[in-house]
């Protein structure tokens, strides 16, 4: 009861004060921190840990800059080891990938959205020009964010007290999966995480094009990963779906129709796709899966010992 009070009062100490915002990214010579990183009042801090000795960016003020080799979450695990005292000096912490491309007000105003909203974990939506895996993650415009079961390892936003909750993840050795995990591992309701549409954030790379970067050698071995990380938590594969949006006007759209036909607004991204049979096969997917399937989450206990199973989290009636 006195840790429930603890954190109670600590997080609504962070309502109250402004919270501080920390990018952590893994950079190479082909990295776009540039595009975020540079301009006075940027309102958040920075730590490029760049994986490629040719790419050195300098320190600056609010930036901190290290060398550190190997693949992305190998190298997120040993920040989050050797720089806990850091990390654990802001509230929000976001891991970003180097081939996003935005600006620093948008990441700012997501930041805040995010703060906004008291989501555990969260990310921006894809700009519809992105390359892509999940229809249900490109942006949404009529929606200031949604209410979803799965944040991706793309761009995530930890609060800080889930970042070290998940943290055991990184250390675990796996490049790939370990995102289907994090919110099961975490979630308590059906508004715990989100994706931030009105912050969308351009990916500009075709997924798995760096995969050797991250330690693969093929796109088999990034499944092997996947089917690995699910057995050991014996965690079926969530498919990723909406539990609630608001909209711009700030209104609350609930049910799985509802949300179908309001998902149609991805027609719009048609024109900004180059294959286009691709992204309305999975728009189709994702249709299915809302409005079969739904929105599910798995709660687990235990990252480092094991896991347990409870009951499984369902959308709210209310």
Known sequence: MTDLKSKLDSRSELRKSKPRFLIVSRTGTRSLHRHWIGG?????????????????PEAQPGVTVEFRPGSK???????????????????YICFMDEDLQVTAEVMLACFRRVAEYDLKIAQPALAWGSHFSYAGL???PQFILRYVNFVE????????????EISPLYSMGFESGIDLIWCNSVVEGPRDFGVIDSCPILHTQPVGSRASENGFRDVHAYEDHVVEVLRRYDLPRHRLATYEAVTNNGRRIRGRLNLVLASASLLGALCHQPKKRTLLKCCADMVIDQLFRGPRNT????????????KAVKPSSN
């Open 40 to 56: 006075a009042g940027r309102g958040f801090d920075a730590f490029l840990s760049c994986f490629d000795p040719r790419a050195a």
């Open 153 to 164: 390892m793309m761009c995530p936003i930890f609060r800080k007290d889930i970042l070290q």
């Open 73 to 91: 979450v190998q190298g997120y695990a040993g920040i989050l080891r050797d720089h806990a005292a850091l990390v654990n000096e802001y509230d």
């Open 138 to 140: 490109l942006q949404q």
């Open 299 to 310: 709660p687990l206990r235990g990252l480092e010992n094991g896991a347990v199973r409870p």
